[in-house]
């Protein structure tokens, strides 16, 4: 999944950041890619800061529906929280509706 990160101002997913863009902390000078494990926090405002950039705390696509819905988010929390991790929400939510 897709990270949802703040640039140029908008939400969208890290893959779409640039070099030249925008994000809390500059302008991206280069991009390195590397694999690693994402953990999902669990926010009160669904955002977190990650080595100073601001970023949403859920996946890009998660985080489009509940980043300026608290009522969503709540319920999306819930969820996560229910499930273990968000991963298995969007596996459901495919297989549901797949």
Excluded: C, M, Y
């Excluded at 500059?26 to 694999?35: A, D, N």
């Excluded at 273990?84 to 297989?95: F, L, N, R, Y």
Aim: aromatic fraction near 4%; hydrophobic fraction near 50%.
């Amino acid at each position: 999944a897709d990270h949802g990160v703040f640039v140029d101002g908008k939400l969208v997913a890290a893959g779409e950041a640039k070099v030249g863009s925008t994000l809390s902390t500059g302008t991206i000078q280069r991009i390195t890619k590397s694999k690693a494990r994402i953990i999902n926090a669990v926010t009160a405002d669904g955002t977190v800061i990650a080595d100073g950039v601001l970023a949403a705390s859920n996946p890009a696509w998660l985080a489009a529906l509940t980043i300026d819905a608290p009522w969503t988010r709540a319920v999306a929390n819930a969820l996560v929280l229910a499930a273990g991790d968000v991963d298995s929400i969007g596996e459901g939510a495919v297989a549901v509706l797949g």
